[in-house]
């Protein structure tokens, strides 16, 4: 879609502390505009090491909370009677004068004889979760961010290379949120400076200038080689998609619009796709996934609304090019094991598209090994697209594929510093789709500055010299998808998570290391009782406070 918010944004403000290499570092809590952002500086930014439990009885608990809690951590036992309590985030109130505390004392005492919001943080609600590590579901392939132009211009910007390592390690490594996934747009994408693929020169039907990288493309692969560098990222899962054919190749020549590949374009596109995957392998970013085209009825519906590099497919057109095309050519090639993924557009388009497609070309979804879904209308279009997608393509690898907020006309399309009710919303789709049984979920833009952008989309943005910024923010969205990524590696399991009633939402996992990881969301304005039951483990009691998320883990 046509805007997004990235979970970073960045400031030109300057700070500075001593940051330790691999240990635990507290958020650097500021006040913004809609709530509380972490600020990361080329000196300093949080990280958490991931837990070591010392016995099998021990449970372990990363909380963030709407007050300001990010990744703090409380650990205690199963078995023991006595109730723990995470304890939220305390403002620290500057020293006053006696006469300002008296008062402040019989506001207090006003405001809770007379508010709502205070009478219910004194009420304590509670639940039992069920976790049954028998019940086994879908095996998770990961999480991930999107490296887009717009991401490797601001990176490009940062004054000193420590921040943008920063940035990395915070999505990338262990002590970060664990990501492992990435999506690479092929060519140019809505989030850029401006549009662009290889093969532009009208007629280059030989595709002559793919032997070597584009200059941008020089620019995103050192900053992802140098992500994976510092990050130590151990397996990225790096998925290639394509935002438009050159105009030359296409029905309006144009970048957007209405318009399509021309179909003397197929087998020369299917050959752009595997140039490309060589290129990428060549210069030491092996690529794991491609799809079939971002958003491709873009270019057939929605083409009044998206101002942005587009081509349309419908599911008929798309099945012939996948068919008779694309998927030969990937299937007879060196690269013969990428996985295939389908759609990359909206829910709604679910499961007709894959219907239609395989009434086209009987068996042509045959060649996919995933399908992709972005997640801009989850809240209009329900769950039954899905599951009735699963029932009838089974097998497939499911995963989000964009993921941002901004996007539609009633939302505020700048980024809004601090909004903890992003986090939510980004915390109930997460759970939505991972108890569908989606395997995978990859965000937007890893960053984007103050206004949503760098993008060419509106005309609005203007380059300028900006080799000054020297902060980021980690938005509360953030932490959000870090309490889903950063204990659930690679193939963990899910399991069934039944919580008593609704005051708790929950999704947990099995890990190849036999461990139980659990998010758990009270989204309540009261503080909840906590009673976790586990098949094997016993139980234990803890109180989690008002609007907070959580990531449990235990042997
Ligand atoms: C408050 O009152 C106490 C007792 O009279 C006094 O010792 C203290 O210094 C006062 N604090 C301030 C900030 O005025
Ligand atoms: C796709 O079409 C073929 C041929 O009509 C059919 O046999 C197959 O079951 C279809 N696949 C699905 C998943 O419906």
């Known amino acids: ?204 039907t030989l595709l002559s200038d793919m032997d070597e990288l584009d200059e941008r493309d020089v620019a995103r692969v050192a900053q992802i080689r140098r992500l994976v560098e510092v990050s130590g990222v151990k397996n990225l899962l790096v998925k290639g998609t394509a935002w438009s054919a050159p105009p030359w190749m296409k029905t309006n020549n144009r970048w957007t619009g209405f318009g399509r590949l021309k179909k003397q374009y197929y087998q020369i596109w299917a050959d752009y796709h595997l140039r490309w995957l060589k290129l990428m392998e060549d210069n030491g970013i092996p690529i794991w996934a491609i799809s ?40 007879n090639s060196e690269f013969k094991d990428i996985i295939l993924f389908g759609n990359d557009d909206q829910r709604f388009t679910f499961p007709t598209w894959f219907k239609m497609m395989n009434r086209t070309r009987p068996n042509s979804i045959d060649y996919l090994d995933g399908l992709a879904v972005h997640w801009y209308w989850d809240e209009i279009f329900g769950s039954s697209f899905i599951e009735q997608t699963t029932e009838y393509a089974p097998d497939k690898i499911l995963i989000v594929s964009e993921s941002c907020i901004g996007d539609k006309p009633w939302q505020a399309a700048a980024p809004l510093l601090g909004s903890w009710e992003r986090a939510e919303k980004y915390a109930r789709d997460y759970l939505l789709n991972l108890k569908l049984g989606f395997h995978g979920w990859i ?11 760098p993008n060419y989309v509106d005309n609005m943005w203007m380059p300028q010299s900006l080799s000054i910024l020297q902060e980021f923010y980690k938005q509360p969205m953030f932490y959000a998808m870090g309490h889903f990524s950063k204990l659930v590696p690679e193939g963990s399991v899910r399991i069934d998570a039944v919580p008593s009633n609704v005051n708790l939402d929950s999704v947990a996992f099995l890990r190849p290391d036999n461990k139980i990881a659990a998010v758990l969301f009270n989204s309540g304005r009261a503080d909840l009782d906590i009673t976790l039951v586990d098949s094997v483990r016993g139980q234990f009691v803890v109180n989690v406070p008002a609007k907070s998320i959580h990531t449990l883990l235990y042997s």
């Not at 270019?299 to 090019?321: D, E, H, L, N, R």
């Not at 965000?443 to 952008?453: H, V």
């Open 1 to 204: 879609m046509f805007a997004s918010r990235g979970v970073l944004v960045l400031g030109l403000l300057l700070l500075s502390a001593i940051g330790g290499r691999s240990e635990s570092i507290p958020c650097k809590l500021r006040d913004a505009s809609h709530g509380k952002v972490c600020v990361c500086t080329a000196d300093y930014c949080d990280y958490l090491e991931n837990p070591v439990l010392t016995d099998e009885n021990e449970w372990y608990l990363i909380s963030s909370s709407k007050q300001g809690l990010r990744f703090s951590t409380t650990s205690d036992k199963f078995g023991t009677e006595k109730k723990v309590t995470v304890q939220d985030y305390v403002e620290q109130v500057p020293e006053a004068a006696n006469e300002t505390i008296v008062s402040r004392l019989l506001d207090d005492v006003v405001a809770s004889a007379f508010t709502l919001e205070s009478r219910e943080s004194s009420i304590t609600r509670s639940v039992t979760l069920r976790l049954d590590r028998t019940k086994t579901h879908q095996k998770m392939v990961g999480f991930g961010g999107s490296y887009t132009g717009s991401v490797t211009y601001l990176v490009d910007n940062f004054k000193k290379s420590e921040l943008g390592d920063h940035l990395y390690k915070s999505y990338y490594a262990e002590q970060g949120l664990g990501f492992n996934l990435m999506r690479v747009p092929i060519g140019g994408c809505d989030f850029d400076l401006e549009p662009w693929s290889y093969a532009e020169e009208e007629g280059n």
């Open 292 to 331: 079939t085209g971002n958003e491709p009825l873009n270019g057939i519906f929605f083409m009044f609304f998206v101002k942005f590099m587009s081509m349309g497919w419908t599911p008929q057109t798309q099945a012939v090019f996948l068919n008779d095309y694309l998927g030969p050519a990937i299937r």
């Open 443 to 453: 965000d937007w833009n890893i960053c984007l500055d103050e206004g949503g952008g």
